[in-house]
């Protein structure tokens, strides 16, 4: 029997994702995270073969943390199809104990997912897996992310420094450089460049 343990933010998603699961033959959701609960600490307890967890909730630089303290466990990120896709290089190194799909696939395809990564076998979307060979490598700060990402909710210079505790020259010499690493024309244009590229 695989022992799977759901992490959704959405708790529609992860009842109907359960419930779904344990009418499959051969697998069980033994438990499904609610918000507030440390997923690392259920998984411990609960031991699953697979931890299926949406990948808005698990930050880049926590992959790895979450593959070593659950070395028995595969996990299966689950992507919103809806937004930007940014593929990111270094997930692959753990592969294949970490798969990639959106949930825009069909039950069926998650279904076979899960059996794919208990048999030691790759799972990454084809939607992700396009983007990666499409994407460009970010070449934006983490500031100058955090900046731009601010510019994009239509924050004046003014707003953004007393939002960051930074100076209005600081500010200004972010946003300078975010055109120019983007090759964008002007702050609007490196906000639509850097969000149709998945870097903000």
Not at 17 to 23: E, N, S, V
Request: glycine share 6%.
């Amino acid at each position: 029997m695989i022992r799977v343990l759901l992490k959704h933010d959405q708790d529609l998603w992860r009842t109907a994702l359960a419930r779904g699961l344990d009418a499959v033959q051969g697998i069980t959701a033994v438990h499904d995270v609610v918000a507030g609960e440390d997923v690392i600490a259920a998984a411990r307890r609960i031991r699953p073969h697979v931890l299926v967890h949406e990948a808005g909730l698990l930050p880049n630089e926590h992959v790895a943390s979450v593959c070593a303290a659950l070395p028995d466990s595969n996990v299966l990120l689950l992507l919103d199809p809806r937004r930007p896709l940014e593929f990111r290089p270094e997930l692959t190194r753990f592969a294949p104990r970490v798969g990639i799909m959106t949930t825009g696939e069909t039950f069926d395809r998650f279904v076979e997912a899960i059996h794919r990564l208990t048999r030691g076998e790759p799972v990454i979307d084809a939607d992700i897996a396009l983007a990666a060979l499409r994407s460009r490598a970010n070449p934006l700060t983490p500031r100058e992310r955090e900046v731009l990402g601010l510019a994009a909710t239509g924050a004046r210079t003014g707003e953004i420094a007393e939002k960051l505790y930074l100076r209005v020259g600081t500010v200004q010499n972010y946003l300078s450089n975010a055109i120019h690493k983007s090759g964008a024309r002007s702050r609007i244009d490196a906000v639509r460049i850097a969000q149709s590229a998945g870097w903000i």
